[in-house]
């Protein structure tokens, strides 16, 4: 039996230390009076090359060799190779939430550099160690906003990420919270309508920047209508382009949350990926989530600890500002990792690349006939194209052309059957964007 | 140490990207540019490198120190799992990929990797179904509570406002009802370690909904009335939930479904050997009973006649969508592996000698700090050094760093919170006997020492890059970030 020690020796002779005749008087010594589960459908255990091989296959039956324009908030970034390389040293991974900060120091200096770097893309004060996704961290900032204003009632934009408002609605279920979307333009998220829709028992408005389609757009009046009110704004936020545009924090936005995933995170079939959340100053102590600080020993030394845990599950139990327990450090970890290799200048290098591929991508396409723009004033690395046929059947034809072309809008916003969302990073190459034209315009002409 | 953004100089450079091959333009309009580039660090890629590389070294972690962190299972985590998750096949894969026409075909492998994995699960536990998708144990109680109450709604059953959680619970259960939007009550723990089943009668009524009870106890026990409980709380129309926290202590030997508990969550990071992480990613998938099946969050794989899988998103008493995807599937796949390696066989294996190692310390080490509860455990034992504490002012606290001067990580300590300076520890199957020798005389070492000199112990650690943090007057003042 690999990973167990113990020789028949050993337990014979603990088991004699302990006092019991075998391992059966142990469990029923331990109180545990129960016929073993006959546990039939289990495969037999096999070594780790028999195992290996098992999934070595099953990943060969996963398609990793399309040409990859799908985005829709997941992205296919360049990863340099130390990203991997320092992140799995195993001192990092095979070690715990740093409850011990003397033996811990690694770790908790790590997350306060990810913090820094958090407050410094987005433009806010203090950010947390990191929460599951960009969809839970969207949620708790929503939570955060209630408990804060004590008012029980929400709006979000429908140019929030579809795939986060379901998670919203979900975790709303048994909530006594009132959760209104509001219909969304590709060009601006109907900022009218989401400050109609905000009264005096709102909380917060949600909304996404860039937006789900893409659209990048200015929020500081937005913003500041709302803090008149009392009402707080929160912003999901795509951290590569925090790297070319302006940030959240001096449009004004109380709670800054977003998927992090872009970071050095690969896209790994849905997760582990990062939710981040930053913040004013002020809400500090709202803030759900871990948090290092800084601190001193008795000999003047700097270190980091673990702090404001007087929040948190294991202290105020079910008054605590989240039922998070850990954060998601080996993918924050990731993200600073990543954050630190591009540097200052790679970073916008590195955004530059992913927005002038999209606009070349983008003429590119609108010069297949029938093919027309929707929106596109304004983006990053990701636009709609409206297509002659149902964007569904022609993404479903492009797989076999090689490209994984976008995603349908249709399957979420049923008026949008012809368009497509279109994403593109930098590790697409002009070759790759042309053929990629091409076998569009042969999909739909051919 | 210097921090990453100290490092460097201006205009020093990191990694090389490739050249623009297209027009230097974008559709970011003036407007709305950033005016200044993001201060990131100004560094070489060696610069980048000897930064983690030193920072890593100032870790204690499984791989380099004994790590009997208690409740957290801090088992070895092999490396032929990081090999499998860094394959291409699984590490590239789009997760919208499956919601493109044809798209389901291009991720086969991983969907077996989904569906296989919960059936594993759904049968080592003796429950119908699992989801994979929860993205921590956390987040897997939150879901389970999510479920009780579909399933009370589903009956117009709205009275039931209540979770019903003991004394010596984690945090996270109050919390996680508390997300979910209930109440919380106390059970309390009886004088041997179990529910007092008396203050759990008088606790129950018709505006429960559940009892949420960690199997074993978060006291390393195993509860022998864990029938009659879950036979009371049915009886009194409330379900049960069964924190699987420490699922590690009976695998393969007692399924909690067979308990007559109703739902219940499992921790891949702890149970299933993938790496902490340094505080997660985690994952915490939730079985349940037959009669919960049709409020599983979606989408739910299933494997369809002829042998190939799909998502499945048509189940309208569903509570909908907890996750962005599919869970935790890097996670799940390492978990996976370990499941083919470990086997039938192997499980019951795994808990038996969880189970001797957490004996054979609490044996050596029950008479220098003798537990509340004195009985044999289960995977873990909690110790008490309440009488260092009153006779030297030695604490669990000074124990702890005691330990990391001496190269072990310390157990958890003051948990649970109905154990006066509690020492949980949890040494895990994989810790050969010389490991747990050695831990027990750093322990015996220390006790001695209380009475010698505590003096030495309040100074503890001495051998670290820095000593004991004022951590008062960080939270006083916050210093989050530079």
């Known amino acids: 039996m690999p990973y167990i020690a113990n020789t028949e020796e050993d337990r014979r002779e603990m088991l004699d230390a302990i006092g019991c005749a075998s391992m059966e008087a142990l469990r029923a010594a331990a109180g545990v009076n129960l016929p073993p589960p006959a546990l039939d459908n289990i495969p037999e255990g096999r070594s780790e090359f028999e195992v290996s091989r098992h999934l070595e296959r099953l990943a060969g039956r996963n398609a990793t060799t399309l040409v990859n324009f799908l985005g829709a908030g997941y992205y296919d970034h360049l990863i340099p190779a130390a990203v991997d390389a320092l992140a799995g040293m195993p001192e990092f991974y095979t070690a715990y939430t740093p409850y011990q900060p003397e033996a811990s120091q690694g770790t908790l200096q790590a997350i306060f550099e990810y913090q820094s770097a958090i407050c410094r893309l987005t433009g806010m004060e203090v950010a947390n160690a990191s929460l599951y996704d960009g969809g839970t961290a969207l949620f708790e900032a929503m939570m955060m906003a209630i408990r804060i204003t004590r008012r029980r009632r929400a709006v979000i934009s429908e140019a929030v990420s579809p795939i986060f408002r379901r998670m919203i609605r979900c975790y709303c279920g048994n909530l006594d ?21 905000a009264d005096e028992n709102t909380a917060c408005v949600l909304v996404q920047y860039p937006n789900f389609f893409g659209t990048l757009e200015e929020w500081s009046a937005f913003t500041a209508a709302l803090r008149e009110r009392g009402i707080l704004s929160v912003v999901s936020s795509y951290p590569m382009a925090l790297a070319l545009v302006k940030t959240p924090g001096e449009m004004g936005f109380d709670i800054v949350t977003g998927e992090g995933q872009s970071l050095g995170i690969p896209l790994e079939f849905g997760g582990p990926y990062l939710g981040f959340m930053a913040v004013r100053q002020k809400w500090m102590r709202k803030m759900p989530g871990r948090v290092v600080g800084r ?24 008054g605590a500002t989240s039922n998070i327990c850990s954060n998601e450090n080996y993918c924050a970890l990731r993200a600073l990792i990543y954050l630190s290799l591009l540097g200052r200048r790679g970073l916008v290098e590195a955004a530059e690349l992913c927005a002038a591929n999209a606009l070349f991508a983008r003429g590119e396409l609108l010069k297949i006939r029938g093919v027309k723009p929707v929106g596109g004033n304004a983006f990053f690395n990701e636009f709609i194209v409206e297509l002659p046929l149902d964007a569904g059947e022609v993404a479903g034809r492009m797989i076999d052309r090689g490209f994984a072309a976008g995603f349908p809008l249709g399957r979420y916003y049923p008026e949008r059957t012809g368009q497509l969302l279109v994403a593109v990073t930098g590790k697409r190459t002009r070759e790759e964007m042309k053929q990629f034209a091409a076998a569009m315009e042969a999909v739909l002409w051919n | 140490m210097e921090l990453i953004f100290d490092a460097g100089r201006p205009g020093r450079r990191g990694v090389r990207l490739p050249e623009m091959s297209v027009p230097k333009q974008t559709a970011i309009p003036e407007s709305l540019r950033r005016t200044e580039a993001a201060r990131m660090p100004e560094v070489s890629e060696l610069d980048v490198v000897r930064h983690f590389t030193t920072l890593a070294h100032r870790n204690f972690c499984v791989d380099s120190h004994f790590y009997p962190l208690g409740s957290c299972t801090m088992k070895y985590n092999p490396k032929f799992h990081e090999k499998i998750a860094a394959l291409s096949g699984f590490a590239d894969l789009h997760p919208l990929l499956p919601q493109l026409r044809h798209g389901g075909a291009l991720t086969q492998g991983a969907l077996a990797v989904l569906y296989e994995s919960q059936a594993i699960l759904a049968e080592l536990t003796g429950f119908a179904e699992c989801t994979m998708q929860p993205m921590a144990g956390a987040h897997g109680e939150l879901t389970g509570v999510m479920l009780i109450a579909a399933y009370h709604r589903s009956r117009n059953d709205a009275a039931r406002r209540v979770m019903l959680i003991p004394d010596a619970a984690h945090g996270t259960n109050p919390a996680s009802a508390a997300t979910a939007g209930y109440e919380c009550r106390v059970v309390a723990t009886d004088g041997n370690g179990n529910v007092d089943l008396d203050d759990l009668d008088a606790k129950l009524g018709p505006d429960v909904a559940g009892f949420m009870l960690t199997c074993p106890n978060t006291l390393g026990l195993f509860d022998p009335n864990v029938t009659e409980i879950t036979r009371r709380v049915h009886a009194c129309g409330a379900l049960a939930y069964c924190d699987g926290a420490n699922f590690n202590a009976i695998i393969g030997r007692v399924r909690p479904g067979d308990l007559g508990f109703d739902v219940m969550h499992v921790n891949l990071h702890k149970t ?11 994952s915490g998938p939730v079985a349940v009973a037959e009669f919960l099946r049709r409020f599983l969050p979606v989408s739910r794989v299933t494997k369809r006649s002829d042998g190939t899988y799909s998502l499945e998103y048509d189940f309208p008493d569903s509570i909908g969508y907890i996750a962005p995807f599919y869970g935790n599937f890097g996670v799940i796949l390492k978990a996976y592996a370990y499941m083919l390696t470990v086997g039938r066989e192997g499980f019951p294996r795994v808990s038996d000698n969880a189970v001797l190692n957490a004996n054979y310390i609490l044996s050596k080490l029950r008479d220098a700090y003798p537990p509340k509860y004195d009985r044999y455990c289960m995977h873990e034992c909690v110790l008490s050094a309440a009488h260092l504490a009153e006779s030297y002012h030695i604490h669990a606290l000074d124990i702890a760093k005691g330990l990391i001067e001496r190269g072990f990580h310390p157990p958890t300590i003051y948990f649970p919170l109905i154990v006066p300076e509690a020492l949980m520890i949890e040494p895990t199957e994989c810790e050969s006997r010389e490991t747990l020798d050695a831990f027990i005389a750093a322990m015996l070492e220390l006790a001695a020492e209380a009475q010698r000199a505590p003096e030495e112990l309040h100074a503890a650690p001495r051998n670290t890059p820095i000593g004991r943090l004022d951590e008062t007057a960080a939270a006083r003042k916050p210093e989050l970030s530079v």
């Open chain 1, 295 to 318: 601190a001193h020993d008795h000999a003047g030394r700097d270190g980091f600890v673990l702090t404001l845990q007087a929040r948190e599950q294991h202290i105020k139990r079910e």
């Open chain 1, 177 to 197: 919270i009132e959760l209104i979307e509001v219909a969304s333009g590709v060009d601006d998220s109907a900022q009218a309508e989401l400050l109609a829709a």
């Open chain 2, 272 to 282: 299933f050997a993938t790496p902490h992480g340094g505080g997660g990613p985690g």
